[in-house]
């Protein structure tokens, strides 16, 4: 190597030795407060599978931050760059190796050349595995007037892995909604299409039918679908939904059914389980779940009101009638099981755990289309005793909705617009044997603050799928576009 060479590699490594110098916490003073990071993971818990908790400063006069984590049963990472970008074999290492103990963050932000060392902060991390593989969920434009462009997606919650499911790319002016698994296990899929093309999907083990979106007989669509423990039976809703628009800012939309219906589709046969008990004039059935043991069938249910002139007399509560499986029978008496309009409130969302302890359910003020709702907060009823309280550690000031349990009941998927009052993110959390939440957290991403302020989407209903959902998007789009039909039947 020549002399004029050596000094230019000489020159190159001082300089890269400055600079790296500079970019790592250098006698950095004491701020004594918490950092202002975003999202806010502190004194969150979470399972050991999630994908890492990547986060920005919150202060934009921040240029670099630097963060080392520390397990309390061992282990360390390191973090250093605009943002907080942890590598995820790392992150999962120190994750399963604290499993039921604590990550202590300590974090250094730079500003104007200046670093300052923050409080540390600590994450719990959950003995009580997730179980899951991902999430399923809508992202649709928050307006929900219009669906240029929505669809559905699904989350690999171990990484930031995100893939669409189908899209109304392949299926034009299509809204596609109101999708679930068979107890997070997608063998079992159905969602529903409105618009030209409306359809109900239903996929059993990768074999799909499109049953007729409308059915006469039933005066509405096949809405809210709740599968059956067994597999054989789906519940829906039959509903003819309208939307009103409120002229004020922080009311936007409502939704209310002109009426609204509950049944059982039987997909061996096609046959559509009815009874008058739950198809009457003067009451609004809607939004059924099955319970884990498949004996029960809870459901909302609501005097029928003028609408839209008395939406806000719109007040719902909970419900139950029993099921019989082997006959395909309904019970001949319908139980309230929690009293909502007595409270003067309005109750939706009701999801069994799937142990059987738990009905979480959305409180509002009236109707049952929440999302727009600022007062909708969680609650949680227990079967056992018949007690029901708010889930305060979970709850905000914004509308919190659309949950969804783990199948070993310990996490709880939610929508919330805590995050700045437009958009819904998702958010996860855990509930332990007394019923109490944990500081919920937003669901990661791997640069949060710009995935989600280029975002224009909001998401919604969300739910836990055990494995990926093996869909045909392209050939779906066809199937939609076809019109071609299965035809379902009253009993």
């Not at 892995?161 to 107890?183: F, K, M, V, W, Y």
């Not at 039918?209 to 039976?233: C, D, I, K, T």
């Amino acid at each position: 190597m020549s002399s004029l060479n050596t000094l230019k590699f000489f020159l190159f490594a001082v300089l890269m030795l400055l600079v790296s110098c500079t970019d790592r916490p250098d006698s950095p003073k004491e701020s004594g407060k918490l950092p202002a990071i975003y999202p806010d993971y502190v004194g969150v818990t979470i399972p050991a599978e999630i994908a890492p908790l990547n986060f920005n400063s919150a202060d934009s006069a921040v240029d670099r931050i630097d963060v080392e984590v520390r397990g309390s049963k061992g282990g360390q990472i390191h973090a250093n760059g605009c943002f907080a970008d942890f590598d995820v074999d790392e992150w999962h290492q120190l994750t399963q190796q604290n499993r039921g103990g604590q990550l202590v963050f300590t974090v250094c932000t730079r500003q104007s050349g200046q670093w300052t060392r923050h409080q540390d902060f600590s994450v719990n991390v959950s003995p009580e595995p997730l179980g899951e593989w991902g999430l399923t969920y809508r992202r649709i434009a928050p307006g929900y007037e219009v669906y240029s462009h929505m669809g559905l997606y699904q989350r690999d919650l171990s990484n930031f892995d995100e893939r669409a499911i189908l899209d109304n790319t392949q299926a034009p002016g299509a809204c596609i909604n109101c999708h679930t698994s068979h107890r997070t296990n997608p063998d079992r899929f159905v969602f529903h299409v409105r618009g030209p093309h409306g359809a109900t999907m239903v996929q059993i083990n990768g074999q799909r039918e499109w049953l007729q979106a409308s059915n006469e007989q039933l005066g509405g669509s096949m809405v809210y679908p709740y599968w059956h423990p067994e597999g054989r039976f789906c519940a829906f809703s039959t509903n003819q939904t309208r939307q009103g628009f409120h002229v004020t800012r922080r009311e936007r939309i409502e939704v209310f059914d002109l009426a609204s219906d509950i049944f059982v589709y039987d997909t061996q046969t096609h046959q559509l389980i009815t009874d008058t008990l739950l198809m009457t004039k003067e009451w609004s059935e809607n939004s059924p779940v099955f319970s884990p043991d498949g004996k029960w069938i809870y459901f909302l249910s609501c005097r029928q009101q003028d609408y839209p002139a008395h939406y806000k007399d719109e007040k719902y509560n909970l419900c139950r009638v029993a099921f019989d499986a082997k006959n395909c029978k309904f019970g001949q008496q319908v139980d309230t099981i929690f009293n909502a309009v007595s409270q003067g409130k309005s109750l939706t969302w009701p999801r069994p755990s799937y142990d059987g302890r738990w009905m979480m359910f959305t409180l509002i003020d009236y109707g049952y289309f929440s999302v727009w709702h600022d007062e909708a907060e969680q609650w949680l009823l227990d079967l056992q005793t018949g007690k029901a309280h708010p889930l305060t550690e979970a709850n905000s000031s914004r509308s919190d909705s659309y949950h969804n349990w783990s199948l070993n009941s310990h996490w709880v998927v939610f929508t919330s617009r805590r995050d700045d009052g437009y958009y819904s993110r998702l958010y996860l959390c855990s509930i332990d044997s007394q019923g109490r939440a944990s500081k919920p957290f937003m669901l990661p991403q791997r640069n949060p603050l710009e995935y989600y302020s280029e975002s224009l989407y909001s998401f919604n209903t969300p739910d836990f799928t055990l494995k990926p959902v093996e869909f045909d998007a392209r050939q779906a789009g066809y199937e939609i576009l076809s019109d071609k039909r299965v035809e379902t039947k009253k009993e």
